[in-house]
């Protein structure tokens, strides 16, 4: 069980639970992430939702091996499935995180509500030293948070992103030391079991209403060109010289 799931006092708690290989994420966790995030959704006793990981890593992002044999065949992939149920989850999402956070795992921050994280955490989106491109919405929404020239080194550069410097880009809401953040953000998911849910729902919902359609439509754009991109030899060579562990080589390419 790569991605497990428990109810405590009106919280659930999804944890990304493959340590072994730093919390990689493959079709099939996508799926049970999105899953997860159902179920709470349908459960009428839970008032928020945790995702996070362990206290040395919450995700190395999509599995590269995954990426190159089993790449998002279109919209309805699980990755979609799953970023649909977070985007769209009408209860608050809080993110904890620890150690690396990358590519997936820092866009998914981006449609949480609330992103507690540790000092020892980094984020980056090395979507283009992958041969990718931005994906659900990370282009527009790291400029919204960052500014364009912020963004511009985040996502051309792949310039990774200390737990201070993600303070100061705004897509985290505060740096805690990595032993307290869990409970730090299990406190905070407790609060809403006291706050009356139908006017929390609204709120989210109205917080969030300025930006949906343009959130949507860069997805779709992005989806476009992620998808061929995905399939392109540019990452291929990218996701080769991960596993072979070397440098890629772009030369060859115009
Ligand atoms: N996909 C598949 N396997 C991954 C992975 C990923 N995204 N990230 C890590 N792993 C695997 C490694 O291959 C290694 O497996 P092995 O023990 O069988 O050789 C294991 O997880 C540990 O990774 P390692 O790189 O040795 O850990 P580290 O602590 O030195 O570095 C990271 C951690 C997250 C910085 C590094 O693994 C990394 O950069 N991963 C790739 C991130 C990435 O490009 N994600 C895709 C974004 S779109």
Known sequence: MSIVGATVNGI????IARPDKKNALTAAMYQSLADAIGAAHDDSSVRAIVIHGQKDVFTAGNDLEDFMKNPPADMNAPVFQFMQALGYSEKPVIAAVNGPAVGIGTTMLMHCDLVYCADNSVFSMPFVSLGLCPEFASSLLITLNAGYHKAV??????????????????????VLPRDDVFDFAIKQAERFNQLPPASVRTTKRLLRAGWKSMTEKIIADEANSFGAMVRSAEAKEAFSAFFERRKPDFSAFS
Not at 153 to 174: C, G, Q
């Open 153 to 174: 080194e985040k996502l051309l550069l792949a310039d990774p992103i200390s737990a201070d410097e993600a303070l100061e880009m705004k897509i985290v809401n505060r």
């Open 12 to 15: 659930a708690r999804v944890e």
